[in-house]
Nanobody, 123 residues
Framework: QVQLVESGGGSVQAGGSLRLSCAAS????????MGWFRQGPGKEREGVAT???????NYADSVKGRFTISKDNAKNTLYLQMNSLRPEDTAMYYC?????????????????WGQGTRVTVSS
């Protein structure tokens, strides 16, 4: 059974930092594509960042320079380091896995989703 389990969400003030984790089991997703997505209150789900098999990354314009996606292949775990958080970053954050090698924000087709972790940024 494939599982993606996010953790690390919470409540912070604007300017603060959080580090999200996504532990994968049942499939070696870190050897393929993985991504972070988010859905804010009253908004559609949007892509945040992706990372390919070779470690190449892709970010939404709204988070470039503030968020960093990374992975630990040995732990089969995906991370999202979020710095300089803003109230508009408030959302439920989801990790997703895609079963191919190279992905960007434009071509990411998720095969599995995590259950999400909530991030709240107050001003």
């Amino acid at each position: 059974q494939v599982q993606l389990v996010e953790s690390g969400g919470g409540s912070v003030q604007a300017g603060g930092s959080l580090r999200l984790s996504c532990a994968a089991s049942g499939y070696t997703y870190t050897a393929k594509c993985m991504g972070w997505f988010r859905q804010g209150p009253g908004k559609e789900r949007e892509g945040v960042a992706t990372i390919s098999r070779d470690g190449s990354t892709n970010y939404a314009d709204s988070v470039k320079g503030r968020f960093t996606i990374s992975k630990d292949n040995a732990k089969n775990t995906l991370y999202l380091q979020m710095n300089s958080l803003r109230p508009e970053d408030t959302a439920m954050y989801y990790c997703a896995g895609a079963r191919y090698d190279y992905c960007t924000m434009l071509n990411f087709i998720p095969y599995d989703w995590g259950q999400g972790t909530r991030v709240t940024v107050s001003s």
